[in-house]
């Protein structure tokens, strides 16, 4: 079964802390996905990659495509950071569903 | 800049009731999604389609049926609502092939008594 792994679960930090969010999957896959949601529910795509690295404001995202392994990293982390962080994977073989990881939810300190 | 719409933010509804859920998207999109929400879960997926008139089933889809008449217009329909389908329910659309990016739409918690 495709499944893909989350950790930390939750994750709190103080104001200006640098952050690391890791994701691990269990099959190849096209694509990885990371999210981000606010409370209130709404989603929001942060990056989609399917190797090396994407920069974007304080945000870094990172796949190792043969260990199966991305992590999503805040830099000079915020208060308006706080939300849960969703990674998600196109496997091989989809016509474009994603498979889900249950989320990190990230509460940052002022 | 895109859009993904749904018809109500909450919802309240009886045991045994029908319960419509819609959304909308304004990017032309082919494909559509249905996910429901849950703590300790994560996001599940109950119904896509990849084109009008055609729907498939996702992980989750006992309890309830999709319609999707119009490419931009994609309903979730509870055909006989119960309190295990209290949840958030989220609507989503992409363009065609593996690696698109999903936009997601705003959310329907629905509480079901």
């Known amino acids: 079964k495709n499944e893909v792994e989350q950790s930390p679960q939750n994750l709190t930090a103080q104001e200006g802390e640098f952050i690391t969010i890791n994701c691990s999957y269990s099959v190849g896959i096209s694509a990885l996905h990371w999210l981000q949601q606010h409370p209130g529910g709404g989603i929001v795509s942060l990056f989609m990659?399917?190797?090396g690295k994407k920069k974007h404001g304080r945000l870094i995202a990172t796949i190792n495509i043969q260990e199966k392994h991305s992590s999503l990293h805040i830099t000079a982390s915020h208060p308006r950071d706080s939300a849960v962080y969703i990674c998600?994977?196109?496997?091989?073989?989809?016509?474009?569903?994603?498979?889900f990881g249950k989320g990190t939810k990230l509460s940052v300190k002022p | 800049d895109v859009k993904v719409t749904q018809s109500s933010r909450y919802l309240v509804k009886r045991t045994g009731e029908k319960v419509f859920l819609e959304c909308v998207q304004d990017m032309d999109h082919e494909n559509m999604f249905w996910y429901r929400q849950d703590p300790g879960l994560g996001l599940r997926l109950i119904y896509f389609s990849y084109d009008v008139k055609m729907k498939e089933k996702g992980d989750i889809p006992e309890g309830y049926s999709v319609s999707r008449e119009k490419k931009e217009r994609f309903s979730l329909i509870l055909e006989s609502a119960s309190t295990n389908q209290t949840s958030m329910y989220l609507c989503a659309s992409s363009s065609p092939g593996q690696g698109a990016s999903q936009y997601f739409g705003p959310g329907t918690r629905l509480l079901v008594l």
């Open positions: 998600a994977v196109n496997y091989g073989g989809s016509q474009g569903n994603l498979i």
């Open positions: 990659l399917s190797s």
